[in-house]
């Protein structure tokens, strides 16, 4: 079945670039999400990109799509400590409604 | 209403008990979906309802599990004989027709 993979954890620095990847399976997804859970919290929509994009730039985040390897990532410039949260990749299956969430990746921003 | 309601936002009951979580979505949303969240990990898709049918109820982790929705609107997830393994916090969303899923809070539930 489909799958959504993304790293654990990721730790940055005030101020600098925060990198969050991710890798999915389906190979004709339509839609992929960034969704931003903080603690105690249901997820929010961060951003999204169409499949047929390759970048999507939304002030601060920046997204990269390379369809051919199947994988996503999130850029956070200048990384602040509000940006400290659980940050999902999810892939909407083509042809559906229904999504499928990664594990999620939790961004910790150190002062 | 505003956004999506769920309830009980907690809840404690005994192994082997009944449970039922309820989902208020926002109003005019065909998409309704249930995902399980245990402490530290993804979220595990567990069944989506376009209008009152589901399509697709392959995440249900077994036959103790069920889900239902009425008039397009509320829908109830219902947890027979609950175990340990049940505790998680469960988090409904809506959508109006795919694009972005609206979070509920969720219902933490805990089987002790």
Redesign the interface.
């Known amino acids: 079945g489909e799958d959504v993979e993304?790293s654990l954890f990721l730790s940055v620095r005030e101020g600098d670039s925060s990198v969050i990847n991710c890798t999915y399976t389906d190979s004709s997804s339509t839609?992929l999400?960034w969704?931003k859970q903080e603690p105690?919290?249901?997820?929010?929509?961060l951003t999204?990109i169409f499949s047929n994009m390759d970048m999507k730039q939304d002030q601060r985040l920046t997204v990269l799509l390379n369809k051919k390897d199947k994988h996503l990532s999130l850029r956070i410039a200048d990384t602040q400590t509000g940006d400290s949260a659980i940050y999902?990749c999810?892939d909407?299956i083509s042809g559906?409604?229904?999504?499928?969430?990664?594990?999620?990746t939790r961004l910790k921003v150190l002062a | 209403g505003a956004g999506?309601s769920q309830s009980p936002s907690n809840k404690v009951t005994e192994k082997g008990k009944d449970v039922e979580l309820r989902c208020d979505p926002i109003s005019g949303h065909t998409?309704l979906?249930w995902?399980r969240q245990r402490l530290g990990?993804?979220?595990e898709?567990l069944i989506?309802f376009?209008g009152n049918s589901a399509?697709?109820k392959s995440g249900l982790p077994s036959d103790r599990f069920s889900a239902e929705r009425t008039g397009e609107s509320v829908s109830t997830l219902t947890i027979q004989r609950t175990q340990q393994e049940d505790s998680a916090v469960y988090?409904c969303?809506s959508?109006l027709?795919?694009?972005?899923?609206f979070?509920?809070?969720?219902s933490r539930l805990t089987v002790l």
């Not at chain 2, 979070?103 to 969720?106: I, N, V």
């Open positions: 993304q839609y999400y969704y105690g919290a249901g997820l929010q929509l999204y999902f999810a909407q559906t409604y229904k999504y499928i969430f990664g594990t999620g | 999506v998409a979906y995902y990990q993804g979220l898709f989506y376009q399509p697709d988090l969303a959508s027709s795919g694009g972005e899923l979070f509920g809070e969720g």
